[in-house]
């Protein structure tokens, strides 16, 4: 019965509206030795794993501690650059911290965007006629289920591989939208949604899903 | 056997029907999104956020004048009210419940000011979906309610002013004029 985000992309492609909730945190301490079998590089001012993916440090992980000192991009907080020490064989045995970090709203706009053609691919490549597009994807540790209206606003939920009745929640979600956000005078069509009458709703539905379950709804 | 159709029917038009109490249920999303247009083509014609209260309790009273006839004739049996009090409580229970379907939740006299009545609403039906972003201070678009109250108290003989705040939900400070405040002590007196 969880959650774990709602996204809502707008007719244009953009994304307009996201909610994150119980996202649960991947981190993973692990001792190294000389040579360091990780590729790390250093990209967007985050230090990531590039290649060697074992014992759960997964590709696209961030290094965010090393010996227990927190580090900020190529540098420790006590002022020393990450990829010297690395480098260096007589630190070894070294403690490397890794942990799959949140999201920034840029980069859930890039990835929402990102859906939207691959949705208008799919409805072209399918080998029946007239169809929808993307209804469900899932994978091992989610499952995303999306619900396109008829004017082309497109709802997504994020869930827990097992969940059900992901599309009567999609739809109660549809209600909302139409209900505090299309009527609200102050809110213009493909903007992002900042309304507090919806936000407030929103939360509302989810907790109530979560809690009683999505027969209720 | 012949048979004729007329395909003339008696004109009557609207005038030559008795008023009807019609169907007193309007689709809620449908007033939302009229009231949504409305706010939108005030907020059009302004610059800032006093003059958009303005204009929505003009279009507000717009709607008040024509309501004090109907509602008299309908429910006071062309009655009219001479006390403050009791055009205040015709104002609260059937002025609300033609226009919303159901009653304002309370009525209060101020206690410093004997010129001031509070109506207060929890849960104003014109204000259901609307959400004010930050950048509009503090508008609230209970003025439109506010200019119908205006209306009908000024189109009743008791001159006010009526301006709509966030306290309790929504309140209607509702200020008669002292001509109206004298005039009733009178017939107190009387």
């Known amino acids: 019965m969880v959650i774990y985000g709602v996204y809502i992309v707008s007719k244009s492609g953009g994304l307009i509206f996201n909610y994150e909730c119980n996202v649960p945190k991947i981190e993973t301490e692990k001792t190294f030795g000389y040579p360091l079998d990780l590729k790390l590089n250093y990209e967007n001012k985050k230090i990531v794993v590039e290649f060697g993916q074992r014992d759960g440090v997964m590709v696209g992980h961030v290094l965010t501690a090393v010996n227990g000192i927190p580090a900020t991009g190529r540098q420790l907080d006590d002022g020393r650059d990450v990829f010297d020490i690395i480098n260096e064989r007589e630190n070894y045995p070294l403690s490397l911290k890794f942990a799959r970090l949140r999201m920034t709203t840029n980069e859930k706009i890039f990835l929402a965007s990102m859906f939207y053609p691959l949705f208008a691919i799919a409805s072209q490549l399918s080998p029946e006629p007239r169809c929808s597009g993307i209804e469900v994807l899932e994978a091992d540790t989610f499952k995303l289920q999306c619900f396109q209206t008829l004017t082309g606003v497109k709802f997504m939920v994020v869930a827990e591989p097992t969940q059900a009745g992901l599309d009567i929640l999609l739809r109660r979600i549809y209600e909302l939208y139409s209900d505090f956000a299309l009527k609200n005078p102050f809110y213009s069509l493909e903007m992002p949604i900042r309304c507090e009458l919806f936000d407030s709703n929103l939360q509302n539905l989810l907790e109530h899903v979560e809690k009683t379950g999505i027969s209720n709804v | ?190």
């Open chain 2, 1 to 190: 056997m012949s048979i004729t159709i007329s395909a003339v029917r008696p004109r009557t038009s609207i005038l030559d029907k008795s008023l009807s109490r019609g169907r007193g249920e309007v689709s809620l999303s449908c007033y939302a999104l009229l009231f949504s247009e409305l706010v939108q083509y005030c907020q059009n014609r302004v610059y800032t956020v006093p003059e958009l209260q303005n204009k929505l309790a003009e279009m507000g009273q717009e709607v008040g004048v024509k309501f004090i006839d109907l509602l008299f004739v309908r429910e006071r049996s062309y009655k009219r009210e001479i006390k403050i009090l009791n055009i205040l409580l015709f104002v609260k229970s059937t002025l609300w419940k033609a226009l919303f379907g159901k009653e304002a939740d309370k009525l209060e006299h101020a206690n410093d000011d004997e010129r001031t009545y509070y109506i207060i609403e929890k849960d104003p039906i014109v204000n259901k979906f609307i959400s004010v972003p930050k950048d509009k201070g503090s508008l609230n678009c209970a003025v439109f309610t506010a200019g119908i109250i205006e209306a009908v108290l000024n189109g009743c003989g008791f001159p006010a002013k009526v301006t709509a705040h966030w306290h309790k939900g929504t309140t209607y400070m509702v200020k008669f004029e002292d001509s109206v405040i004298a005039r009733d002590k009178q017939l107190e007196d009387r």
